[in-house]
């Protein structure tokens, strides 16, 4: 199902991966110093190092192609130190599978606590430890209380669980946040500067801000858990009783379905998107849809796609339909070229390497980024079907049509992003799930 | 034909009214069915109806909705002047042609009925400007105070808890002080979920130049509009802090029609949350045509419907909703209209008794005034009205002519004038200015345009009212809305009234006044030899209104039918009077006043 | 007509620079847009584009284009019709009977595309942005616009 344009880029690549780097640090603190070392030592091409910021040769000048290009590379380079492991030398995929660095990273919930106080201080350790996965829905409004407002709807399986989402942040964005006190409500009011996350920068090899997003299936019935990162989770459904919704603990294995990585850099204030799927998600509009998906199924005919599940939405609730997405935009050619020789790559370190199941489906960045307020975003409609799964366009008399200002585009929704005070929050919702704390009584 | 299992309520419409009441009645535990004229609410509505927005030539209310033939509505496009005697309709043999040459509605005049509505899941809500203000104590006894109208069977204390409750589920944005006018009093400790959205450059300047001015001994204060769009939360008593998860205003200038990233609150929000209380069900595509009595006993006992499967498509499908109680939230005219056609066992129609139905059809027509400022106000920013002036809305002037608000309109000549395009075509094909000449005349002009719009009143009057035309149907086959308006003077003195009053304000902040490229003209008439234009606000009030007296209204102050015990009519349709603020607030708390009294009456014969 | 020459008309129909008309790095792709949509055979009578190409040599080949526009373009009755529209499109994206003179509250007869009525100059022109897309944030219109897009001239 994957096998197109396989393009060897070998060279390109090469050069490309002995650029700028970091090595990866398990303390999860990003020191620059360390990344300086690492250039000499690592020469191999799959590298731990995460990125700093893109880097454009002066002779990239066509957009579509030498451009994008860079930006994906950007975005697989950071994949891949992303998902190195988090507490080894070993290689990605070396095992097959691996737990990885960004899941060391602190979870939103454990930054915005319910009574709006003080985080407890950045420790890979702790957070890394267990999973918790509360949220059913993409943007939630108060984290504890995952399954409201659901204004776009969860996202359903084959087996009729529902996806659930975990959004991590680094040390960099966590300080940010720590420091200024945005963790709630008051400090957010009080903070009368414009909200101006790092943003990284090669020269002075400096991290920016970065969040990522990740949704995750149960594994279950048709699930092949060798082409999925997997994990050990504590699945968590808060209990509503105005909607009949009981509070439910159980442990589940996961596999991951979605990443989406946000990176603030110097050169793109509107940060970098890069967004990635497991390969099994679904079929694209127009092509063959043979074969097993997590969220499609070739003989259900009588479901709308890309609509939201029939109501109430309830994850507790069994028998519910499987949602029925397809990607309404094919991932560009060049893009998958990139995919098809990174595979390569994990596949060489070894062959039953579950990365080698996870695909760029593009990389958002701001072209004019002085010049617009959203930076002329390019390409202008980027969806990730597991996490905008309800907005990646319509279909009318078998076309597809791109609404500007509605579909799907990061850049585009995050630009109206805003603290709970109105300010523009730098292209994050995080800052809008804080509580406020307790007024003492008067 | 089918027959629905038996459910606790049926609801006829699922728009604003429609959708609060199901909410309510499904956290109760009660069982409903929504039956819905209109297209489902689906995840691709919003970036499909942008899109048609978008590519609309002309950017009307209507223009992201395209009409629906078996659930028609009006357009703007077809609001015309009105011969004497009127025409008869064109085509009403050919449904699709007719209401495509002249709208939806037969106006018999004399002046034409200006507003509109949309009938999809959601209903009108789509398209509102979301303006949420209270009604003033004195709006509750126009009667009794004025010796005008009628009163209401309920005061502004009555109303006012569920004022907060409808302004929580809406999440306005607003400040308290602020709206404390004319006697308005708000819950001890009240706060408004949202903080008020900031003012435009314009709000500003007209804040500054009318300080010290006033009218009928109202100073011309312009106070924030309490709006149903996201701002700035604030911690409510329970010190949580408000959230409803949706975006903040991007200031897409576009409310009416759409806005593009639901910023603005509108009713799907409130149906969907009906729906995921697991006690609402909702068929769409389903059009309530007939309304069973059992005539022994006068309780309804089901609701017929039709259906179909395509906008333009014949019917499809067939059935009769059946439940202990009804609930008609299908728009003051649809609301009327269904009662009054459903005469096959009444002959008078359904709830009726009253002679009442249908009739005091209101409106606030809206008086335009615009003009030039001397300074760049920057219009085409931020919402379509962020401020206004409500000083105006009471005073005893109330005798003899009709009250009005000022809304303050932030998009240039946009409503009255059909800015940019207009003016642009002048610039273009008549001045042929092109290059920098061009962008310095749009610079100099465009940046100084402004625009008010006077909201006047309306008195309730037998004479205005609306009948399910004899002749002229649908597409399947259900009477589309016959309508006989006319303004009376006691209005009319205040279209009079609020052009002085821009005179007055024009003066004060130096701005010139146009009247150039007046977009419609539907609605002109004279009043002592002056010309006036009315354009409707959307506004439909009155075609069902609740009283005291059950031989001069159709409905109790709860919004249940004299006549029918198990009946609830509810919509902007209730209000005796209109007032001038923008109903529907008041519309919202008068449906959850109504879903306590059907909750208590199921729990009574449970 | 070629890509840059209708490019370069463009510039001095609607006073935009280059980089905004044909921006180097271009996400948009309007002027293509605008130009197919010319070129398709019954939008615009045969022949008349190539008279308007014609025509915007001669007006470069003076030296300066815009006393050019005004003398080879703006004066041909026909061409000058045509250059209208083409400011319609740049300006609000909508598109006009050319049989019938453009005057005060004529009826467009489309809008080309979602894309061009975002893009369309005429906003952005007088620091606002097109009703029904906006990328700035929550309260922007309490202050005043920060740049008019392009700078007033005075
Ligand atoms: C341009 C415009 C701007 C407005 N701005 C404001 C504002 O700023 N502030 C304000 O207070 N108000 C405003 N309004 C008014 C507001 O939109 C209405 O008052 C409100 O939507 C009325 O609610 P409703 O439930 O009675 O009717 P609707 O919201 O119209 O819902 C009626 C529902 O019933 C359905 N229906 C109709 N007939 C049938 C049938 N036979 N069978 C089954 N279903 C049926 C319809 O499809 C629809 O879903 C505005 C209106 C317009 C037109
Ligand atoms: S101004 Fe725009 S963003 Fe704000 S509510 Fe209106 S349409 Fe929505």
Same mark, same amino acid.
């Given at each position: 199902?994957?096998?197109?344009?396989?393009?060897?880029?070998?060279?390109?690549?090469?050069?490309?991966?002995?650029?700028?780097?970091?090595?990866?640090?398990?303390?999860?603190?990003?020191?620059?110093?360390?990344?300086?070392?690492?250039?000499?030592?690592?020469?191999?091409?799959?590298?731990?190092?995460?990125?700093?910021?893109?880097?454009?040769?002066?002779?990239?000048?066509?957009?579509?192609?030498?451009?994008?290009?860079?930006?994906?590379?950007?975005?697989?380079?950071?994949?891949?130190?992303?998902?190195?492991?988090?507490?080894?030398?070993?290689?990605?995929?070396?095992?097959?599978?691996?737990?990885?660095?960004?899941?060391?990273?602190?979870?939103?919930?454990?930054?915005?606590?319910?009574?709006?106080?003080?985080?407890?201080?950045?420790?890979?350790?702790?957070?890394?430890?267990?999973?918790?996965?509360?949220?059913?829905?993409?943007?939630?409004?108060?984290?504890?209380?995952?399954?409201?407002?659901?204004?776009?709807?969860?996202?359903?399986?084959?087996?009729?669980?529902?996806?659930?989402?975990?959004?991590?942040?680094?040390?960099?964005?966590?300080?940010?946040?720590?420091?200024?006190?945005?963790?709630?409500?008051?400090?957010?009011?009080?903070?009368?500067?414009?909200?101006?996350?790092?943003?990284?920068?090669?020269?002075?090899?400096?991290?920016?801000?970065?969040?990522?997003?990740?949704?995750?299936?149960?594994?279950?019935?048709?699930?092949?858990?060798?082409?999925?990162?997997?994990?050990?989770?504590?699945?968590?459904?808060?209990?509503?009783?105005?909607?009949?919704?009981?509070?439910?603990?159980?442990?589940?294995?996961?596999?991951?379905?979605?990443?989406?990585?946000?990176?603030?850099?110097?050169?793109?204030?509107?940060?970098?998107?890069?967004?990635?799927?497991?390969?099994?998600?679904?079929?694209?509009?127009?092509?063959?849809?043979?074969?097993?998906?997590?969220?499609?199924?070739?003989?259900?005919?009588?479901?709308?796609?890309?609509?939201?599940?029939?109501?109430?939405?309830?994850?507790?609730?069994?028998?519910?339909?499987?949602?029925?997405?397809?990607?309404?935009?094919?991932?560009?050619?060049?893009?998958?070229?990139?995919?098809?020789?990174?595979?390569?790559?994990?596949?060489?370190?070894?062959?039953?390497?579950?990365?080698?199941?996870?695909?760029?489906?593009?990389?958002?960045?701001?072209?004019?980024?002085?010049?617009?307020?959203?930076?002329?975003?390019?390409?202008?409609?980027?969806?990730?079907?597991?996490?905008?799964?309800?907005?990646?366009?319509?279909?009318?008399?078998?076309?597809?049509?791109?609404?500007?200002?509605?579909?799907?585009?990061?850049?585009?929704?995050?630009?109206?992003?805003?603290?709970?005070?109105?300010?523009?929050?730098?292209?994050?919702?995080?800052?809008?799930?804080?509580?406020?704390?307790?007024?003492?009584?008067? | 034909?089918?027959?629905?299992?038996?459910?606790?309520?049926?609801?006829?419409?699922?728009?604003?009214?429609?959708?609060?009441?199901?909410?309510?009645?499904?956290?109760?535990?009660?069982?409903?069915?929504?039956?819905?004229?209109?297209?489902?609410?689906?995840?691709?509505?919003?970036?499909?109806?942008?899109?048609?927005?978008?590519?609309?030539?002309?950017?009307?209310?209507?223009?992201?909705?395209?009409?629906?033939?078996?659930?028609?509505?009006?357009?703007?496009?077809?609001?015309?002047?009105?011969?004497?005697?009127?025409?008869?309709?064109?085509?009403?043999?050919?449904?699709?042609?007719?209401?495509?040459?002249?709208?939806?509605?037969?106006?018999?005049?004399?002046?034409?009925?200006?507003?509109?509505?949309?009938?999809?899941?959601?209903?009108?809500?789509?398209?509102?400007?979301?303006?949420?203000?209270?009604?003033?104590?004195?709006?509750?006894?126009?009667?009794?105070?004025?010796?005008?109208?009628?009163?209401?069977?309920?005061?502004?204390?009555?109303?006012?808890?569920?004022?907060?409750?409808?302004?929580?589920?809406?999440?306005?944005?607003?400040?308290?002080?602020?709206?404390?006018?004319?006697?308005?009093?708000?819950?001890?400790?009240?706060?408004?979920?949202?903080?008020?959205?900031?003012?435009?450059?314009?709000?500003?300047?007209?804040?500054?130049?009318?300080?010290?001015?006033?009218?009928?001994?109202?100073?011309?204060?312009?106070?924030?509009?309490?709006?149903?769009?996201?701002?700035?939360?604030?911690?409510?008593?329970?010190?949580?802090?408000?959230?409803?998860?949706?975006?903040?205003?991007?200031?897409?200038?576009?409310?009416?029609?759409?806005?593009?990233?639901?910023?603005?609150?509108?009713?799907?929000?409130?149906?969907?949350?009906?729906?995921?209380?697991?006690?609402?069900?909702?068929?769409?595509?389903?059009?309530?045509?007939?309304?069973?009595?059992?005539?022994?006993?006068?309780?309804?006992?089901?609701?017929?419907?039709?259906?179909?499967?395509?906008?333009?498509?014949?019917?499809?499908?067939?059935?009769?909703?059946?439940?202990?109680?009804?609930?008609?939230? $299908?728009?003051?005219?649809?609301?009327?209209?269904?009662?009054?056609?459903?005469?096959?066992?009444?002959?008078?129609?359904?709830?009726?008794?009253?002679?009442?139905?249908?009739?005091?059809?209101?409106?606030?027509?809206?008086?335009?005034?615009?003009?030039?400022?001397?300074?760049?106000?920057?219009?085409?920013?931020?919402?379509?009205?962020?401020?206004?002036?409500?000083?105006?809305?009471?005073?005893?002037?109330?005798?003899?002519?009709?009250?009005?608000?000022?809304?303050?309109?932030?998009?240039?000549?946009?409503?009255?004038?059909?800015?940019?395009?207009?003016?642009?075509?002048?610039?273009?094909?008549?001045?042929?200015?092109?290059?920098?000449?061009?962008?310095?005349?749009?610079?100099?002009?465009?940046?100084?345009?402004?625009?008010?719009?006077?909201?006047?009143?309306?008195?309730?009057?037998?004479?205005?009212?609306?009948?399910?035309?004899?002749?002229?149907?649908?597409?399947?086959?259900?009477?589309?809305?016959?309508?006989?308006?006319?303004?009376?003077?006691?209005?009319? $003195?205040?279209?009079?009234?609020?052009?002085?009053?821009?005179?007055?304000?024009?003066?004060?902040?130096?701005?010139?006044?146009?009247?150039?490229?007046?977009?419609?003209?539907?609605?002109?008439?004279?009043?002592?030899?002056?010309?006036?234009?009315?354009?409707?606000?959307?506004?439909?009030?009155?075609?069902?209104?609740?009283?005291?007296?059950?031989?001069?209204?159709?409905?109790?102050?709860?919004?249940?039918?004299?006549?029918?015990?198990?009946?609830?009519?509810?919509?902007?349709?209730?209000?005796?009077?209109?007032?001038?603020?923008?109903?529907?607030?008041?519309?919202?708390?008068?449906?959850?006043?109504?879903?306590?009294?059907?909750?208590?009456?199921?729990?009574?014969?449970? | 007509?070629?890509?840059?020459?209708?490019?370069?008309?463009?510039?001095?129909?609607?006073?935009?620079?280059?980089?905004?008309?044909?921006?180097?790095?271009?996400?948009?792709?309007?002027?293509?847009?605008?130009?197919?949509?010319?070129?398709?055979?019954?939008?615009?009578?045969?022949?008349?584009?190539?008279?308007?190409?014609?025509?915007?040599?001669?007006?470069?080949?003076?030296?300066?284009?815009?006393?050019?526009?005004?003398?080879?373009?703006?004066?041909?009755?026909?061409?000058?019709?045509?250059?209208?529209?083409?400011?319609?499109?740049?300006?609000?994206?909508?598109?006009?009977?050319?049989?019938?003179?453009?005057?005060?509250?004529?009826?467009?007869?489309?809008?080309?595309?979602?894309?061009?009525?975002?893009?369309?100059?005429?906003?952005?022109?007088?620091?606002?942005?097109?009703?029904?897309?906006?990328?700035?944030?929550?309260?922007?219109?309490?202050?005043?616009?920060?740049?008019?897009?392009?700078?007033?001239?005075?």
């Amino acid at each position: 199902m994957r096998k197109t344009n396989v393009i060897i880029l070998g060279a390109v690549i090469m050069a490309f991966f002995v650029s700028f780097y970091a090595c990866h640090n398990p303390t999860g603190q990003t020191s620059p110093k360390e990344a300086a070392d690492s250039l000499k030592t690592s020469e191999t091409a799959l590298r731990d190092s995460l990125p700093y910021n893109v880097s454009i040769a002066k002779t990239d000048t066509v957009l579509d192609t030498q451009i994008r290009r860079e930006f994906d590379k950007f975005s697989w380079q950071s994949f891949i130190a992303l998902n190195w492991p988090a507490d080894s030398t070993e290689k990605i995929g070396e095992h097959g599978d691996n737990n990885t660095v960004w899941e060391t990273w602190k979870e939103n919930y454990q930054v915005f606590l319910p009574d709006g106080s003080k985080p407890e201080p950045w420790d890979t350790a702790k957070q890394g430890r267990q999973k918790l996965l509360v949220q059913v829905g993409k943007t939630p409004t108060v984290l504890t209380d995952v399954t409201q407002p659901f204004l776009t709807g969860p996202l359903i399986d084959q087996n009729g669980q529902y996806t659930r989402f975990q959004i991590v942040m680094n040390k960099e964005m966590f300080d940010y946040i720590d420091t200024n006190t945005l963790y709630n409500y008051q400090g957010q009011l009080n903070f009368k500067k414009t909200i101006d996350f790092p943003g990284g920068d090669n020269p002075t090899k400096t991290y920016g801000a970065i969040m990522v997003k990740a949704s995750w299936k149960i594994m279950g019935k048709g699930d092949d858990p060798a082409r999925f990162h997997t994990a050990k989770a504590t699945i968590h459904v808060p209990a509503i009783p105005d909607r009949h919704i009981k509070d439910t603990t159980f442990q589940a294995v996961v596999g991951l379905v979605g990443l989406h990585i946000g990176t603030k850099s110097k050169t793109n204030p509107q940060w970098i998107w890069s967004t990635f799927e497991q390969v099994d998600n679904c079929p694209t509009f127009g092509e063959p849809d043979n074969g097993h998906y997590n969220f499609y199924d070739k003989s259900a005919t009588g479901r709308k796609i890309n609509n939201k599940p029939d109501e109430p939405w309830d994850p507790n609730r069994p028998g519910q339909t499987p949602s029925q997405i397809v990607r309404l935009t094919p991932v560009f050619s060049g893009t998958r070229a990139l995919t098809d020789s990174i595979h390569k790559l994990f596949t060489a370190v070894n062959p039953k390497s579950v990365w080698q199941y996870y695909e760029l489906v593009g990389t958002q960045w701001p072209v004019h980024a002085n010049q617009l307020p959203a930076g002329d975003p390019f390409p202008v409609f980027m969806a990730n079907a597991t996490l905008e799964s309800y907005i990646q366009g319509t279909v009318k008399a078998g076309k597809v049509v791109y609404t500007q200002g509605v579909t799907s585009s990061c850049i585009g929704c995050h630009n109206g992003a805003t603290t709970l005070g109105g300010r523009t929050s730098d292209f994050t919702y995080l800052l809008r799930t804080a509580a406020a704390v307790k007024p003492t009584k008067k | 034909m089918s027959t629905t299992q038996n459910y606790d309520a049926i609801i006829v419409g699922g728009g604003w009214a429609g959708s609060a009441i199901a909410w309510k009645l499904g956290l109760a535990g009660k069982k409903v069915l929504i039956l819905e004229a209109g297209i489902p609410f689906q995840s691709d509505n919003r970036e499909e109806f942008v899109e048609t927005f978008f590519l609309a030539t002309a950017k009307t209310p209507e223009a992201p909705y395209t009409q629906n033939y078996n659930a028609p509505r009006p357009s703007v496009l077809d609001i015309k002047q009105i011969p004497n005697p009127p025409e008869p309709p064109a085509d009403c043999s050919s449904p699709i042609v007719s209401i495509d040459k002249g709208g939806y509605f037969i106006q018999q005049g004399p002046m034409p009925f200006g507003s509109t509505y949309e009938r999809l899941a959601g209903g009108t809500s789509w398209h509102w400007l979301g303006t949420c203000l209270r009604l003033v104590p004195n709006d509750f006894k126009l009667k009794s105070t004025y010796g005008v109208g009628v009163d209401w069977p309920i005061s502004y204390n009555d109303l006012s808890p569920y004022y907060d409750e409808a302004e929580f589920e809406i999440g306005v944005s607003a400040d308290v002080d602020e709206q404390m006018i004319h006697g308005i009093t708000f819950s001890p400790d009240y706060i408004y979920p949202m903080q008020r959205i900031p003012p435009s450059i314009l709000d500003q300047v007209l804040t500054e130049g009318l300080k010290n001015v006033a009218i009928d001994n109202n100073p011309l204060t312009v106070t924030g509009t309490p709006a149903g769009r996201n701002g700035v939360s604030n911690i409510m008593n329970d010190g949580t802090v408000y959230n409803n998860g949706r975006r903040l205003c991007q200031g897409n200038t576009n409310c009416t029609p759409i806005c593009p990233i639901q910023a603005k609150y509108d009713a799907t929000i409130t149906l969907n949350k009906a729906l995921q209380t697991g006690n609402v069900d909702i068929l769409y595509q389903t059009v309530a045509s007939n309304i069973l009595i059992d005539t022994a006993t006068g309780e309804v006992t089901g609701i017929e419907y039709k259906q179909y499967e395509t906008k333009n498509g014949p019917q499809t499908g067939s059935g009769t909703a059946t439940g202990s109680k009804y609930i008609i939230a $299908a728009h003051a005219i649809e609301a009327a209209k269904l009662l009054l056609m459903s005469n096959s066992q009444l002959p008078a129609g359904v709830a009726n008794t009253s002679g009442q139905v249908g009739r005091n059809l209101m409106d606030h027509p809206v008086n335009l005034s615009w003009g030039s400022m001397p300074d760049p106000v920057y219009p085409f920013r931020g919402p379509l009205s962020t401020s206004g002036i409500e000083t105006t809305r009471d005073g005893s002037f109330r005798n003899t002519r009709a009250a009005y608000r000022i809304e303050i309109g932030n998009e240039g000549w946009n409503w009255p004038a059909g800015s940019p395009y207009t003016q642009l075509q002048g610039y273009v094909g008549e001045q042929g200015l092109f290059g920098q000449d061009l962008i310095s005349q749009i610079q100099h002009d465009f940046v100084r345009q402004f625009r008010l719009g006077y909201l006047i009143e309306q008195l309730p009057e037998e004479t205005n009212y609306i009948v399910p035309s004899a002749n002229c149907k649908d597409n399947l086959g259900i009477p589309r809305p016959e309508i006989h308006y006319n303004l009376d003077d006691y209005t009319r $003195a205040g279209f009079q009234a609020a052009e002085q009053a821009t005179v007055t304000i024009f003066g004060a902040v130096n701005a010139t006044p146009s009247t150039a490229n007046r977009v419609a003209t539907g609605g002109e008439f004279t009043y002592q030899n002056e010309t006036y234009y009315s354009n409707g606000a959307g506004h439909v009030m009155g075609t069902h209104r609740m009283g005291d007296d059950k031989t001069t209204s159709v409905t109790d102050a709860n919004m249940k039918s004299w006549d029918h015990d198990n009946l609830y009519i509810v919509g902007c349709g209730s209000f005796p009077t209109g007032a001038t603020a923008n109903p529907t607030l008041t519309m919202m708390a008068l449906a959850f006043k109504a879903s306590d009294a059907i909750i208590a009456d199921l729990d009574l014969n449970a | 007509m070629t890509l840059n020459d209708f490019a370069n008309l463009s510039v001095v129909l609607t006073g935009y620079p280059l980089s905004t008309i044909l921006p180097q790095l271009d996400t948009q792709h309007q002027a293509e847009e605008f130009l197919e949509f010319l070129q398709t055979p019954g939008n615009v009578p045969a022949g008349e584009m190539d008279n308007l190409a014609a025509a915007w040599q001669k007006a470069t080949a003076s030296g300066d284009p815009v006393q050019g526009v005004k003398t080879y373009i703006m004066a041909d009755v026909t061409l000058a019709r045509l250059a209208q529209n083409i400011i319609m499109l740049w300006y609000l994206g909508v598109w006009y009977d050319l049989a019938t003179p453009l005057t005060t509250g004529s009826f467009a007869i489309q809008v080309i595309s979602g894309k061009a009525y975002k893009n369309g100059l005429a906003w952005g022109t007088m620091g606002a942005h097109p009703m029904g897309y906006s990328e700035e944030n929550f309260g922007y219109w309490n202050t005043v616009p920060p740049f008019l897009n392009p700078q007033p001239s005075n």
